[in-house]
Nanobody, 125 residues
Framework: QVQLVESGGGLVQAGGSLRLSCAAS????????MAWYRQAPGKERELVAA???????NYANSVKGRFTISRDNAKNTVYLQMNSLKPEDTAVYLC???????????????????WGQGTLVTVSS
Protein backbone atom coordinates (compact mmCIF):
# COMPACT_ATOMS: atom_id res chain seq x y z
CA GLN A 1 0.00 0.00 0.00
CA VAL A 2 1.46 3.34 -1.05
CA GLN A 3 1.52 6.08 1.54
CA LEU A 4 2.15 9.80 1.12
CA VAL A 5 3.57 11.54 4.17
CA GLU A 6 3.46 15.33 4.45
CA SER A 7 5.55 17.54 6.69
CA GLY A 8 6.40 21.20 7.14
CA GLY A 9 3.15 22.76 8.26
CA GLY A 10 2.88 25.08 11.22
CA LEU A 11 2.06 28.56 12.47
CA VAL A 12 3.53 31.56 10.71
CA GLN A 13 2.85 35.28 10.66
CA ALA A 14 1.45 36.98 7.59
CA GLY A 15 4.21 37.69 5.12
CA GLY A 16 6.23 34.71 6.27
CA SER A 17 7.23 31.52 4.49
CA LEU A 18 6.84 27.79 4.90
CA ARG A 19 8.01 24.80 2.90
CA LEU A 20 5.88 21.68 2.72
CA SER A 21 7.20 18.27 1.73
CA CYS A 22 5.41 15.10 0.70
CA ALA A 23 7.25 11.82 0.31
CA ALA A 24 5.93 8.58 -1.10
CA SER A 25 6.67 5.29 0.62
CA UNK A 26 9.21 2.75 -0.59
CA UNK A 27 8.70 0.55 -3.61
CA UNK A 28 7.76 3.45 -5.87
CA UNK A 29 8.89 3.14 -9.47
CA UNK A 30 7.19 6.23 -10.85
CA UNK A 31 4.59 8.83 -10.00
CA UNK A 32 2.61 10.68 -12.62
CA UNK A 33 1.24 14.06 -11.52
CA MET A 34 1.72 15.21 -7.95
CA ALA A 35 -0.28 18.04 -6.48
CA TRP A 36 -1.08 20.04 -3.38
CA TYR A 37 -4.66 20.73 -2.39
CA ARG A 38 -5.97 22.65 0.58
CA GLN A 39 -9.15 22.71 2.56
CA ALA A 40 -10.09 25.53 4.89
CA PRO A 41 -12.81 25.13 7.55
CA GLY A 42 -16.24 25.25 5.97
CA LYS A 43 -14.86 25.38 2.44
CA GLU A 44 -14.43 22.88 -0.35
CA ARG A 45 -11.10 21.30 -1.14
CA GLU A 46 -9.26 23.26 -3.83
CA LEU A 47 -6.24 22.64 -6.02
CA VAL A 48 -3.27 24.79 -5.04
CA ALA A 49 -0.59 23.58 -7.45
CA ALA A 50 0.31 20.55 -9.55
CA UNK A 51 3.41 19.25 -11.28
CA UNK A 52 3.71 16.52 -13.89
CA UNK A 53 6.48 13.94 -14.03
CA UNK A 54 8.21 16.07 -16.66
CA UNK A 55 8.05 19.19 -14.52
CA UNK A 56 5.14 21.08 -16.06
CA UNK A 57 3.36 23.12 -13.42
CA ASN A 58 0.08 24.89 -12.89
CA TYR A 59 -1.16 27.03 -10.02
CA ALA A 60 -4.36 28.39 -8.59
CA ASN A 61 -4.69 32.08 -9.39
CA SER A 62 -4.74 32.92 -5.70
CA VAL A 63 -1.18 31.60 -5.17
CA LYS A 64 0.54 32.50 -8.43
CA GLY A 65 3.75 34.41 -7.83
CA ARG A 66 3.83 33.41 -4.14
CA PHE A 67 3.94 29.59 -4.15
CA THR A 68 6.31 27.29 -6.03
CA ILE A 69 5.80 23.57 -6.52
CA SER A 70 8.75 21.31 -7.31
CA ARG A 71 9.60 17.62 -7.16
CA ASP A 72 12.56 15.32 -6.76
CA ASN A 73 11.75 12.18 -8.74
CA ALA A 74 14.72 10.31 -7.31
CA LYS A 75 13.29 10.83 -3.82
CA ASN A 76 9.62 10.48 -4.85
CA THR A 77 9.03 13.78 -3.09
CA VAL A 78 7.07 16.90 -3.95
CA TYR A 79 7.59 20.28 -2.31
CA LEU A 80 5.54 23.43 -1.93
CA GLN A 81 7.45 26.61 -1.14
CA MET A 82 5.00 29.17 0.19
CA ASN A 83 6.09 32.80 0.43
CA SER A 84 4.24 36.00 1.31
CA LEU A 85 1.68 33.97 3.21
CA LYS A 86 -1.70 35.53 3.94
CA PRO A 87 -4.29 34.65 6.60
CA GLU A 88 -6.54 33.34 3.82
CA ASP A 89 -3.91 30.67 3.08
CA THR A 90 -4.80 29.05 6.40
CA ALA A 91 -5.94 25.48 5.68
CA VAL A 92 -5.07 21.83 5.86
CA TYR A 93 -2.75 21.12 2.95
CA LEU A 94 -2.97 17.69 1.37
CA CYS A 95 -0.63 15.96 -1.03
CA UNK A 96 -2.02 13.97 -3.96
CA UNK A 97 -0.54 11.60 -6.51
CA UNK A 98 -2.82 10.64 -9.35
CA UNK A 99 -0.99 7.44 -10.31
CA UNK A 100 1.77 5.59 -8.49
CA UNK A 101 3.53 2.55 -9.97
CA UNK A 102 5.33 0.27 -7.54
CA UNK A 103 7.37 -2.89 -7.40
CA UNK A 104 7.52 -4.67 -4.07
CA UNK A 105 9.09 -8.12 -3.74
CA UNK A 106 8.95 -8.42 -7.50
CA UNK A 107 5.24 -7.70 -7.68
CA UNK A 108 4.05 -4.71 -9.67
CA UNK A 109 1.32 -2.48 -8.37
CA UNK A 110 -0.62 0.53 -9.59
CA UNK A 111 -2.31 2.91 -7.18
CA UNK A 112 -4.62 5.69 -8.27
CA UNK A 113 -5.50 8.92 -6.45
CA UNK A 114 -3.39 8.54 -3.36
CA TRP A 115 -3.72 11.17 -0.62
CA GLY A 116 -1.59 12.15 2.32
CA GLN A 117 -3.02 12.73 5.78
CA GLY A 118 -2.69 16.51 5.54
CA THR A 119 -0.64 19.11 7.33
CA LEU A 120 -2.09 22.23 8.95
CA VAL A 121 -0.87 25.65 7.90
CA THR A 122 -2.01 28.57 10.04
CA VAL A 123 -1.20 32.14 9.04
CA SER A 124 -1.79 34.77 11.70
CA SER A 125 -2.51 38.41 10.87
Amino acid sequence: QVQLVESGGGLVQAGGSLRLSCAASVGVVSINTMAWYRQAPGKERELVAAITSSGKTNYANSVKGRFTISRDNAKNTVYLQMNSLKPEDTAVYLCNADRVDTVVAGIQGVYLERWGQGTLVTVSS
